[in-house]
């Protein structure tokens, strides 16, 4: 199987994971968007969605999903989303699409976290995939020194602005030994909105498209 065929079968293994009736938070990025494709098939058994970008909203309500505000909505059983990188610990990166701040709102609501991947995203260590992290643009100077004094190397991630109007720092060479602990630290720098690592929260399942098929790891 090629990578989009393994971000498909991933994408499609998650629908039998769908309440009826239920609000779905949705995630973003190009498994995600073959997420969206397989939830159209069976729109007519969820009450709608909550999206955790522009484009996924776009791309729902595209397929005639309807997009409901976070704020009205108090349960969202499931939320469906890719990763950059996943352990078999569910500790992830993400950001990759620059969504990670909504993507961590919306996950922060749902009572389950399921990550489709390829297999090429599942590693040992994180790290390797730069770590986005978000930042107010007036700090950005200031949060890239702090980070840097961590041992990263922050990057300003070019022509790119997010869905809340802020910068990404994607931070390179880190060997990320402990993501909880580094999530933490990353968020007390005054300035960050959120950093890419979902460690302190991370998926609950994750099924993974392989060349040998879904291989599902909780
Ligand atoms: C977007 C994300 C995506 O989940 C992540 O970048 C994976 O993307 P893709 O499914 O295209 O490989 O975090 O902010």
């Known amino acids: ?10 994408a499609q293994a998650a629908i039998p994971h769908i309440p009826i009736g239920a609000i779905i938070g949705v995630g973003t990025g190009s498994t995600a968007n073959y997420f969206i ?5 069976i729109k007519h058994k969820i009450e709608g969605a909550v999206a955790s970008s522009e484009a996924t909203a776009q791309r729902l ?8 505000d976070l704020n009205m909505v108090t349960d969202i059983p499931v939320y469906v989303d890719g990763a950059d990188e996943i352990t078999k610990h569910l500790h992830m990166i ?4 620059g969504a990670l701040t909504r993507e961590k709102i ?3 609501v749902a009572r389950k976290f399921i990550c489709i991947a ?3 995203k599942l590693v040992d260590i994180l790290g390797t995939f730069p770590l986005p992290v978000e930042v107010i643009p007036m700090a950005r100077s200031y949060v890239a020194r ?9 990057a300003l991630r070019q022509d790119f602005v997010t869905d809340n109007g ?21 968020n007390q720098i005054v300035g960050v909105v959120t950093n890419g690592l979902f460690a302190r929260k991370g998926a609950d399942i994750l099924l993974l498209g392989t060349d040998k098929g879904i291989e599902t790891i909780t």
């Open 94 to 97: 993400k950001g990759g699409g």
């Open 166 to 186: 802020n910068v990404i720092l994607d931070v390179h060479g880190l060997q990320i030994m402990n993501p909880v602990e580094l999530e933490t630290t990353l």
């Open 118 to 120: 390829d297999q090429s």
């Open 146 to 154: 702090q980070i840097t004094l961590l041992g990263g190397h922050p």
């Open 1 to 10: 199987m090629t990578q989009d065929e393994q971000k498909r079968a991933a």
């Open 106 to 108: 919306v996950s922060a």
């Open 37 to 41: 494709d397989e939830l159209a098939k």
């Open 61 to 68: 309500s595209k397929h005639g999903i309807d997009v409901l």
